[in-house]
């Protein structure tokens, strides 16, 4: 479109005025006005007769909350419009995440069959989401000041805004939910050491409180959980957060440390005490001196190693390999395990008698799936140590990685996502994408000549995008009645249909 000078000037001034006009809308708190005054600008923007906006939370999963507001509509059309919306264009804009633009909706044979068109006589629509990746809503402009279609500058001054709007609303919810929900862990924070510790679930709250309950105690720990769960973080944070912090903390990985090389690891050796010991090898107890020696996966010592560590514990003295004189030590011993030690000593491998000095104060680190609620915050966090540590550009994650990660098995638990994180960060990168989608997440998952067996994660995933599109197919994408038929929330339907990449086929109603 050619413009003369004065039209590309009042162009430019027009767009100058809406990023004034976005800017003040930034410093408002609360929401309701917040969404009020959007409404306001971008009818005026489009010269639409009425507008209606909704806006959701992601977070949650209740389809009664979000927000909604009307312009131009009565109150009892604003209600038609919002019991209408599963059925209406605003639900396909909402599950498919992309505008619709039609001069008529009553002659549109897209539209035109719709009870909700039929029943208002709609004709110009201009229906766009707000979030190009995930909607956190939409905005439905219907009708003109002036008769036809919207024109194309009305459109692309409605795309700018929502675009806008959508990283302005999506900041506002998060700082309403952190300023207004009680961070559990938010106390504990505020008396301890916990760098290292992301999240506030309930779950990792719980945690916190027992680290802080044994921290101060100088007696033996034994942290339990399964692989990959934080076990040697939560044990430096005991050590750093207890009497001995100002001393050394030490670990030994008994896994990773050959059986014959376990004993002199541990207690030290003296010269000449093997073959290959040419001189005195101190030990991690030694080195652990008037601080805390953690000992990872205890079950892999051996009977030899389990007697003398059940001394070191019961007397302060340890003998080093090779050596009949016992030495004194200062340490405090915090063990972890990811195996059943009870089994283990009723199968007459791990020495009872150790078992219950070790788990004088046991504490249990949680699984991932405890604390879903904190991954959103871990793989941001993982993200961005990832960046740094391979000198990338920090990228975010999009809704769609983000829920996909949220709702994927973790056998791994925290170990496995922060390397899932961390490959999908360098595929973005080497795509020069701008972020990090869900095919970086899950790269190749939908690809039909996929041989590899199906992991469990990967089958649950499959058969909840099979049984929605089903469902949806089933009852003619009537989302509400698909929500009520899966037992689900409406709005976690429309979240659902994104994350699965699902869509109606053409020519379907």
């Not at 599109?469 to 009645?481: K, M």
Request: glycine share 6%; proline share 5%.
């Amino acid at each position: 479109m050619n413009l003369d000078p004065q039209q590309e000037l009042d162009q430019i001034r027009r767009e100058r005025d809406l990023y004034l006009r976005l800017l003040e809308l930034s410093a408002l708190t609360n929401i309701e006005t917040f969404l009020g005054e959007a409404l306001k600008l971008v009818v005026e923007l489009t010269g639409a007769q009425n507008g209606y906006l909704e806006l959701r939370d992601p977070r949650d999963t209740d389809e009664n909350d979000g927000w909604y507001l009307s312009h131009g509509f009565s109150a009892s059309e604003t209600e038609d419009v919002r019991t209408r919306i599963s059925r209406g264009i605003v639900a396909e804009v909402l599950a498919t995440g992309k505008t619709i633009d039609t001069p008529s909706a009553i002659l549109d044979p897209r539209f035109s069959e719709r009870g909700s068109v039929r029943a208002m006589r709609i004709e110009a629509v201009l229906c766009l989401p707000i979030g190009q990746d995930q909607p956190l809503g939409a905005l439905y402009l219907q009708g003109r000041e002036q008769p036809g279609p919207f024109e194309v500058l009305e459109r692309q001054r409605a795309e700018i805004f929502c675009y806008h709007l959508a990283r302005l609303a999506d900041s506002l919810i998060l700082r309403l939910e952190v300023e207004g929900s009680p961070d559990p862990t938010h106390s504990l924070r505020q008396t301890l050491r916990f760098e290292g510790i992301v999240g506030r679930s309930a779950a990792l709250a719980s945690l916190l409180r027992e680290i802080a309950m044994v921290s101060p105690l100088d007696v033996s720990v034994l942290l339990t959980g399964e692989s990959g769960t934080g076990k040697s973080l939560v044990a430096r944070l005991i050590h750093e957060n207890g009497p001995r912090a100002a001393h050394p903390f030490v670990e030994l990985h008994c896994a990773s440390v050959p059986e014959t090389l376990l004993e002199s690891e541990l207690f030290g050796a003296v010269a000449g005490a093997y073959s290959t010991a040419t001189r005195k090898i101190p030990g991690k107890i030694a080195a652990a001196e008037r601080g805390t020696l953690f000992v990872d996966e205890v079950s892999e010592l051996t009977p030899i190693a389990q007697s003398k560590l059940l001394q070191l514990l019961q007397s302060k003295q340890y003998s080093p390999l090779g050596s009949s004189e016992p030495r004194s030590a200062d340490v405090r011993v915090i063990a972890a395990t990811n195996t059943d030690l009870e089994s283990l000593v009723k199968r007459g491998r791990f020495r009872e008698d150790l078992f219950y000095r070790l788990q004088v104060l046991p504490v249990r680190v949680p699984g991932l799936s405890e604390c879903r609620d904190d991954i959103p915050e871990l793989a941001q966090h993982f993200c961005r140590t990832a960046a740094a540590r391979n000198q990338l550009p920090v990228l975010e994650l999009s809704r769609a990685a983000i829920y996909s990660l949220v709702n994927a098995e973790w056998p791994g638990h925290v170990r496995q996502l922060a390397l899932a994180v961390e490959a999908a960060l360098i595929r973005a990168a080497g795509h020069r994408a701008s972020g990090i989608g869900r095919e970086h997440v899950f790269p190749g998952r939908e690809s039909p000549e996929e041989s590899e067996p199906l992991t469990f994660q990967e089958a649950t995933r499959r058969f909840q995008a099979r049984l929605l599109r089903d469902t949806l197919e089933d009852c003619g994408w009537n989302i509400a009645e698909a929500a009520r038929r899966l037992d689900l929330a409406r709005s976690h339907v429309y979240t659902l249909i994104r994350a699965f990449g699902l869509g109606r086929e053409p020519g379907r109603r």
